[in-house]
């Protein structure tokens, strides 16, 4: 389930392929909601695409959700409300993620995987949270019945990212934010990520 979906690329891209699971589209606006439905009658895709607040529009579990491009305060108007019923979170706030962690962290969710995407000129951190009971293979166990990997779907711009140019953009970026008291959590991220790149060179120098 795709909230936020606007044209509904990623929900698309899980359908393409080939998903076993039912894949749901939700906008509490009506004209993303038929860009979604137009782009899917373009590439002969069947998604449902519903309007409405968060997972209002679906009853029962949800396998994975997938929240990106919000702030962090409506990822957690999103989850609050939906405990118990989700299986994992694919979260990208546009935003510092701070409150999320904090909030994540004091309700029974944990950060199980997490990367760094570079998009538009920005970089964003995309997480993946489960119930904190959730063991170690949780991940792989929720995308089993999904069929593909929604978190792999949500990371592929990373994918195809030089890690010198990652490198070097993250240098301009963190320049850019040092002297910015209002973007401490931004700058936070930024370091970070140039940290994890650094031992993933380390780890795999190819």
Same mark, same amino acid.
């Given at each position: 389930?795709?909230?936020?979906?606007?044209?509904?690329?990623?929900?698309?891209?899980?359908?393409?392929?080939?998903?076993?699971?039912?894949?749901?589209?939700?906008?509490?606006?009506?004209?993303?909601?038929?860009?979604?439905?137009?782009?899917?009658?373009?590439?002969?895709?069947?998604?449902?695409?519903?309007?409405?607040?968060?997972?209002?529009?679906?009853?029962?579990?949800?396998?994975?959700?997938?929240?990106?491009?919000?702030?962090?305060?409506?990822?957690?108007?999103?989850?609050?409300?939906?405990?118990?019923?989700?299986?994992?979170?694919?979260?990208?706030?546009?935003?510092?993620?701070?409150?999320?962690?904090?909030?994540?962290?004091?309700?029974?969710?944990? %950060? @199980?995987?997490?990367? &760094? *995407?570079?998009?538009?000129?920005?970089?964003? +951190? $995309?997480?993946?949270?489960?119930? =904190?009971? /959730?063991?170690?293979?949780?991940?792989?166990? %929720? @995308?089993?019945?999904? &069929? *593909?990997?929604?978190?792999?779907?949500?990371? +592929? $711009?990373?994918?195809?990212?030089? =890690?010198? /140019?990652?490198?070097?953009?993250?240098?301009?970026?963190?320049?850019?934010?040092?002297?910015?008291?209002?973007?401490?959590?931004?700058?936070?991220?930024?370091?970070?990520?140039?940290?994890?790149?650094?031992?993933?060179?380390?780890?795999?120098?190819?």
């Amino acid at each position: 389930m795709d909230v936020g979906c606007d044209h509904g690329g990623l929900p698309l891209t899980v359908l393409h392929r080939g998903t076993r699971a039912a894949v749901v589209a939700v906008d509490v606006n009506a004209p993303p909601c038929d860009r979604a439905r137009s782009n899917a009658r373009k590439l002969g895709l069947a998604l449902d695409v519903r309007q409405g607040e968060g997972l209002d529009p679906v009853a029962g579990f949800v396998h994975v959700v997938s929240i990106c491009g919000v702030g962090s305060a409506t990822l957690i108007g999103v989850m609050a409300p939906a405990s118990g019923r989700i299986g994992a979170v694919v979260a990208q706030p546009n935003d510092s993620a701070v409150s999320l962690r904090t909030w994540a962290a004091l309700h029974g969710w944990r %950060v @199980a995987r997490e990367r &760094g *995407v570079w998009d538009g000129g920005r970089y964003y +951190g $995309v997480l993946v949270l489960l119930p =904190r009971g /959730a063991g170690a293979g949780a991940v792989a166990a %929720v @995308a089993a019945p999904v &069929g *593909v990997d929604p978190v792999e779907v949500a990371w +592929g $711009v990373e994918a195809q990212v030089d =890690r010198d /140019a990652l490198a070097r953009r993250l240098v301009i970026e963190i320049e850019r934010l040092s002297p910015l008291p209002g973007r401490v959590g931004d700058l936070a991220i930024a370091r970070l990520a140039q940290e994890r790149l650094a031992n993933a060179r380390r780890a795999d120098p190819a």
